[in-house]
């Protein structure tokens, strides 16, 4: 890309990161502020305003430093690219967390509040979380690629150029994360949401 594009690219990203962070944590201040909105739902929908906030705030800048490709040691590299992971991972479970509990309170509503407590969703939140920062920093444990520490053309020795595709391996992010960790919570929620909607048609 020339620098123009560069220049749209940051900017396009900047503003998405500006509004993520503006509009969820709006969400964040009207939960802690109104005491009707403290439900069990709104709960999970917090989970998710907090992991786009993050998302705004670091997620999407550290996507565009590491578009760079400037110089870096190559684990301060790969831990930019596995932050970046956890918190898009985190975002797609508390999709998923909003989605099985709207399925339960639709499906099962005499059953909702012994089956989902505070307790319970406050868990399935802490789990969420640590799933995603396990899942997120796997290739910190030794699954990303190799690292030469080869002199190119614009790094001095020791430093590597920043890149995502130059620390993350194309298995994880294919074979791990995404057939195990993105596409079968997407394909989950794709189901949940067509038996909702058949359930809300039935009751039309």
């Not at 620098?3 to 509009?23: C, D, K, Q, T």
């Not at 920062?133 to 190799?146: A, K, Q, S, V």
């Amino acid at each position: 890309m020339d620098r123009g594009e560069i220049a749209f690219y940051i900017s396009l990203e900047l503003l998405i990161a500006l509004l993520s962070v503006a509009g969820n944590v709006l969400v964040c201040w009207a939960v802690s502020l109104n005491s009707n909105l403290q439900s069990i739902t709104n709960y999970f929908v917090v989970s998710l305003a907090a992991a786009d906030v993050a998302v705004g705030l670091l997620a999407i800048p550290f996507a565009i430093v590491i578009s760079t490709g400037f110089c870096s040691y190559f684990h301060g590299c790969l831990f930019i690219a596995c932050f970046v992971l956890v918190l898009t991972q985190s975002s797609i479970f508390s999709l998923l967390a909003i989605a099985v509990d709207r399925y339960i309170a639709i499906k099962i509503p005499l059953r909702y509040n012994s089956l989902v407590t505070n307790q319970k969703a406050k868990a399935i939140i802490y789990l969420c979380w640590i799933l995603s920062f396990i899942i997120g920093l796997t290739p910190m444990l030794g699954w990303h690629m190799p690292n030469t520490n080869t002199t190119n053309s614009s790094c001095p020795p020791g430093l590597t150029e920043c890149l995502f595709e130059s620390v993350v391996t194309m298995d994880y992010m294919v074979y791990f994360n995404f057939f195990v960790c993105v596409l079968p919570p997407l394909v989950i929620m794709l189901v949940i949401y067509v038996r909702i909607f058949m359930a809300a048609r039935r009751q039309l």
